[in-house]
């Protein structure tokens, strides 16, 4: 049974490209959340899809967007990339909105030069 | 301001010993408290979920205990082995529940010979 699984596992970009990061939930899980980690810091909550709509969005800004397609797989893009924006993203399922146990995958770092 | 905050900020034990890790939070309203693992480089693993009823919760030789009216909880690790060397990370729901998460910065623990 495979578990969360996020890609790519590392990412280099620069300021003002944009990406896009892929997340696919855990086997029966059907909600998806995104979340920023800054180096030294705790996650930080990005935005939740379910049902292929966002739930609940963090304070990001729009330059974060996501979707989520009829296979609960997700993607985050992030447009104009500042060097903020270097980070380790992290891909969290469940089972709907409410489930309290979440998965995490290992997460795509990402740098900006 | 819904906060999480833990101690010590990082900690080193010698293999064998117990250590306890502390967690102050304001999130309000309260539903549950979690306490995960998180190791270099890796997304956080679930340790312990605690609902406001509960004061104990154990899973192997971690015991996480929890005051609801001091808004306090404790994660006791006991007989530290090398693997336990990671992050852990305190956690709490924002909105009384879901998966809308305030993580704490954590708490680095290293475990040596």
């Known amino acids: 049974d495979a578990g969360v699984t996020q890609s790519p596992t590392h990412l280099i970009k620069t300021r003002g490209q944009q990406v896009t990061l892929r997340c696919s939930p855990k086997?029966?899980?059907?909600?998806v959340s995104w979340y920023q980690q800054a180096l030294g810091q705790g996650p930080q909550f990005i935005f939740q899809y379910y049902e292929e709509e966002e739930r609940q969005r963090g304070n990001f800004p729009d330059r974060f967007s996501g979707h989520q397609f009829p296979n609960y797989s997700s993607e985050l893009n992030v447009n104009a990339l500042l060097l903020g924006d270097s980070a380790l993203y992290l891909c969290a399922s469940s089972f709907r909105v409410t489930e309290e146990k979440l998965f995490f995958g290992s997460g795509t770092q990402l740098s900006v030069l | 301001k819904n906060q999480v905050e833990q101690s010590p900020q990082s900690l080193i034990i010698l293999e064998g010993k117990n250590c306890t890790l502390q967690c102050n939070y304001t999130v309000s309203p309260f539903s549950n408290l979690r306490w995960y693992k998180q190791d270099t480089g890796r997304g956080p693993v679930s340790l312990t979920i605690?609902?406001?009823?509960?004061n104990t919760k154990s899973n192997g030789r971690y015991t996480a205990t929890l005051d609801a009216d001091t808004k306090q909880s404790s994660l006791h690790i006991t007989a530290s082995q090398l693997s336990d060397s990671a992050s852990y990370i305190c956690v709490v729901p924002l909105g009384g529940g879901g998966n809308k998460l305030t993580f704490g910065t954590g708490t680095q623990l290293k475990v040596e010979l």
């Open positions: 086997s029966g899980h059907d909600t």
């Open positions: 605690m609902t406001f009823s509960e």
